[in-house]
T-cell receptor
Framework: DAGVTQSPTHLIKTRGQQVTLRCSPKSGHDTVSWYQQALGQGPQFIFQYYEEEERQRGNFPDRFSGHQFPNYSSELNVNALLLGDSALYLC??????????????FGNGTRLTVT | QKEVEQNSGPLSVPEGAIASLNCTYSDRGSQSFFWYRQYSGKSPELIMFIYSNGDKEDGRFTAQLNKASQYVSLLIRDSQPSDSATYLCAVRWDDKIIFGKGTRLHILP
């Protein structure tokens, strides 16, 4: 049973460029959430996708956008990269968050470095 | 602004002792609570969840919830060096899960 898979594992980009990160959820999960984790900080909620729509969004600018496909996989896009976007980007999947117990299962993350 | 607060630590505990990790949250409408462990350079992994007031035990781990005080804690009994990690408290509000900054725990051999 494959868990949450993310690609790529590491990425180096230049300020101003655009980046796309990819995520495949755990089998049986239909909800995907994206988090940004800066060094020494907790994961910060970016947004959540369910049924191919953005359902919840954290306090992130419009430069951060996403998509969910019919097979529940998801992409995170970041435009006009800033040095401050350097972080570990975590994808987490869960069964539909309709019950109290719907914990997040995390992928290994994508380490983005912006130079 | 919904917030989850944790002492960043580091919290140093001798091997074999009880480690106590604490978390407070700002919104009484929170629905469920999670503790994740994160080793350096790795992704978070779920240890415990709790949604009713009181204690919940799983092996060496006990989660405690007090909704009136908006407080959740994690106790680790018989601490082992392998327990050295960052512990993240997470709270569910309106179908999204918000994390605290984490507490670094160091078990002293």
């Amino acid at each position: 049973d494959a868990g949450v898979t993310q690609s790529p594992t590491h990425l180096i980009k230049t300020r101003g460029q655009q980046v796309t990160l990819r995520c495949s959820p755990k089998s049986g999960h239909d909800t995907v959430s994206w988090y940004q984790q800066a060094l020494g900080q907790g994961p910060q909620f970016i947004f959540q996708y369910y049924e191919e729509e953005e359902r919840q969004r954290g306090n992130f600018p419009d430069r951060f956008s996403g998509h969910q496909f019919p097979n529940y996989s998801s992409e995170l896009n970041v435009n006009a990269l800033l040095l401050g976007d350097s972080a570990l980007y975590l994808c987490a999947s869960s069964p539909s968050l309709k019950g109290y117990y719907s914990p997040l299962h995390f992928g290994n993350g994508t380490r983005l470095t912006v130079t | 602004q919904k917030e989850v607060e944790q002492n960043s630590g580091p919290l140093s505990v001798p091997e074999g002792a009880i480690a106590s990790l604490n978390c407070t949250y700002s919104d009484r409408g929170s629905q469920s609570f999670f503790w994740y462990r994160q080793y350096s350079g790795k992704s978070p992994e779920l240890i415990m969840f709790i949604y009713s007031n009181g204690d919940k035990e799983d092996g060496r781990f006990t989660a405690q919830l007090n909704k009136a005080s908006q407080y959740v804690s994690l106790l680790i009994r018989d601490s082992q060096p392998s327990d050295s990690a960052t512990y993240l408290c997470a709270v569910r509000w309106d179908d999204k899960i918000i994390f605290g900054k984490g507490t670094r725990l160091h078990i002293l051999p």
